[in-house]
Every structure is written in C-alpha cells, then in structure tokens.
C-alpha cells in the first residue's frame, strides 16, 4: 500500500503556541517510531510505540512533548508551549514486527517553525 | 553507549569518479547496519542494509560491507552520477522494533 505519510508538510507557529504534528504507518506495521532532525544533523529518536502503547519514550527531551497512538494505527505527536529550539523536522517511521523487523520506512517529514 | 560516526562533508566529486563515504560504529551487541539516502526536497529512503559480519548490501550501484573487526561499513559507488547528489546517512539498530541510531550524514555532491 501507501508508504509513510506526514501532516501537516509545514508548520510555522509562533512561541508559546500548541502544535500537533500527525503519522500516518504503512498498513500493517505495528511499530511507529518518532525522530527529529535538526539542521545539518542526524535524525535523533524521541518516541517508540508498539501497537497503541509507548514501548520507549526516552528520547522526548522534555514534558512538554507527548505522543499518542490510541487506535495502533495513526500517531499524533503534541507539543506544548513551544520554543524556539523546537524548530526542526519531525519524522515518523514504521516497521513490520516479524520479517525485517529492523527496518524502518520514513515518512516525508514535517518542518516546524516557531517564530 | 550506541553511535556512529562518519566522515564529514560536503563531498564534491565530477561525475563518473568513485565514491566512498566512510562510517564506524560502536554498538553493545551486534547490530543491523544501513544506509539511508535523503535527495533534496525528499524523504529519508533506504538505500541499502546487512544484518551480520560479512554481509554486503547493495542498491543502485552502491555497496556497503559489513566488517565487525574493524566496526566499519563504508559506502562505495564505482562511477558516480550527477542523480545521486543529495545527503547519506549511516544508522544502526541493536534488534527488530527498536531505534535507528544515525550518524551525522555526509552531503554527496556530483558535478557534471
């Protein structure tokens, strides 16, 4: 089916707002992962879910970024108050379970600018 | 701790040059390994993987080895086309259905 996909593309906003950014998985992949790019650097990860649940959240970098899977398809990622330094792209993954497990598929990204 | 390093760019090769863009890792267990291939204005995409020592991956003319004793898995493209500028990303996972964890990426530049 479909790959990865993100929404909005773009997202500009001003500080302090609330924003949340939205995944959509690869049909069947019960995996979902968050990462963020900054500028000129590698994806970093931020959140892992398996099915609805948060298997491993130690990449958010604070409380002011939550993330959701309520159904194990579609993921939100909520941001809070943001600053500044939030501005990057985020980018949403998945993967099969089983067969080739460890590899991921990417979304095309959402580019967050707080002014 | 989990990491990979490769070499910094940019790297600005003519076309039809070879190409090798060096990655190491260190990793507590034995991890898959890959390339990951962002052209401008597009998405990560998979270029290629190995998941055990001695493993060659290849894709599009590109390839990687896996080497544990030297915890290497350097990218290498015999004769480079204007088409493959864009940035690669070394990553490496530890098992299934847990995080990528990438290097910086390296910026390929192919002029005509």
């Known amino acids: 089916g479909a790959g990865v996909s993100q929404t909005p593309s773009n997202k500009v906003t001003e500080k302090g707002k609330y924003v949340e950014l939205r995944c959509d998985p690869i049909?069947?992949?019960?995996?979902l992962y968050w990462y963020r790019q900054s500028l000129g650097q590698g994806p970093e990860f931020l959140i892992y879910?398996?099915?609805?649940?948060?298997?491993?959240d130690s990449g958010l970098p604070n409380d002011r970024f939550f993330a959701v899977r309520p159904e194990g398809s579609v993921s939100t990622l909520k941001i809070q108050r943001t600053e500044r330094g939030d501005s990057a792209v985020y980018l949403c993954?998945?993967?099969?379970?089983?067969?080739?497990?460890?590899?991921?598929?990417f979304g095309p990204g959402t580019r967050l600018t707080v002014l | 701790g989990n990491s990979v390093t490769q070499m910094e760019g940019p790297v600005t090769l003519s076309e039809e040059a070879f190409l090798t863009i060096n990655c190491t890792y260190t990793a507590t267990g034995y991890p898959s390994l890959f390339w990951y291939v962002q052209y401008p204005g597009e998405g990560l995409q998979l270029l290629l993987k190995a998941t055990k020592a001695d493993d060659k991956g290849s894709n599009k003319g590109f390839e990687a080895t896996y080497r544990k004793e030297t915890t290497s898995f350097h990218l290498e493209k015999g004769s480079v086309q204007v088409s493959d500028s864009a940035v690669y990303f070394c990553?490496?996972?530890?098992?299934?259905?847990?995080?990528?964890?990438f290097g910086k990426g390296t910026r390929l530049s192919v002029i005509a």
């Open positions: 049909s069947g992949h019960t995996a």
């Open positions: 993954a998945s993967s099969p379970t089983r067969r080739e497990a460890d590899t991921q598929y």
């Open positions: 990553a490496l996972v530890l098992s299934g259905n847990t995080p990528l964890v």
């Open positions: 879910f398996q099915g609805t649940g948060a298997a491993d």
